[in-house]
């Protein structure tokens, strides 16, 4: 690495702790109240979810992330599905709310619930806690989120369980596949690309850089068994690679 690439990093990670995290914690602390008391007071969610939206432009503008967004064009939103995401960085949740143009519900893990703050907005918003590690929590989990489709209410997933350490995909746990064949409810493979580079997992330095949002066709569950979940996983697994593929 040459001097004046360390220069560079050096001032880019500067901005990140002078800059870019003091405005994340007022832009947080500003909406937040909002996001509670708008949970109280409509039943419904849109109001908390367009909140949550607003916050996630909000912050991609700070940290100069522009999204690209393809395939708009496919969603079909007369009926719920599941939306099954890679997932790369802490970004990767900005970008979902900002772009997907409907309200949803999202399976985050338990850890997630107790961040300050966050956690206080997932439990307001009714979204759904996962433990990998607790056998009793992930099938209450996974209870309410067939509930939240046949309720009629979409849902996006990260398969993978966690964000993936180096960039690359972590193979697809099986639990939210099986959900989508005991609702009934088709499968949207959704690749996002861009975030690791941008604020990998471990890291605190914020790197301003194009994203993209990435939507594939569905998949139908119609047909497939609870004994062919790992079939449905791989597939999905496939299609979220294929779209990946595609945009490099």
Avoid at 144 to 162: K, N, S, Y
Avoid at 184 to 212: M, N
Wanted: charged share 20%; hydrophobic share 45%; net charge positive.
């Amino acid at each position: 690495m040459s001097a004046g690439t360390r220069i560079r990093e050096l001032l880019s990670m500067v901005r990140s702790a002078v800059i870019f995290w003091p405005l994340t914690i007022v832009c947080t602390l500003v909406l937040e109240p909002i996001s509670l008391v708008a949970a109280r007071l409509d039943k419904t969610g849109r109001v908390q979810h367009r909140t949550v939206a607003f916050w996630s432009g909000l912050l991609l503008r700070l940290y100069s992330m522009p999204v690209t967004v393809t395939g708009l064009e496919r969603l079909d939103l007369s009926r719920p599905r599941i939306y099954a995401a890679n997932h790369l960085s802490a970004l990767d949740i900005p970008v979902l709310y900002r772009h997907l143009p409907f309200q949803f519900r999202i399976i985050a893990h338990r850890l997630v619930f107790r961040v300050p703050l966050v956690g206080w907005h997932l439990r307001a918003a009714g979204q759904l806690m996962i433990d990998p590690g607790s056998v009793a929590l992930s099938r209450q989990a996974l209870r309410e989120a067939i509930r939240t489709l046949r309720q009629g209410m979409p849902l996006v997933v990260f398969p993978e369980g966690e964000r993936s350490p180096s960039g690359e995909m972590l193979p697809f746990r099986r639990g939210a596949f099986y959900v989508a064949i005991k609702a009934q409810a088709d499968v949207v493979p959704v690749a996002i690309l861009g975030t690791y580079q941008a604020f990998p997992i471990g890291s605190a330095h914020l790197r301003p850089g194009r994203l993209h949002l990435i939507i594939g066709d569905a998949i139908p569950v119609a047909g497939y068994t609870p004994g062919e979940v790992g079939a449905l996983a791989e597939r999905t697994q496939g299609a979220v690679a294929e779209l990946c593929r595609g945009s490099s």
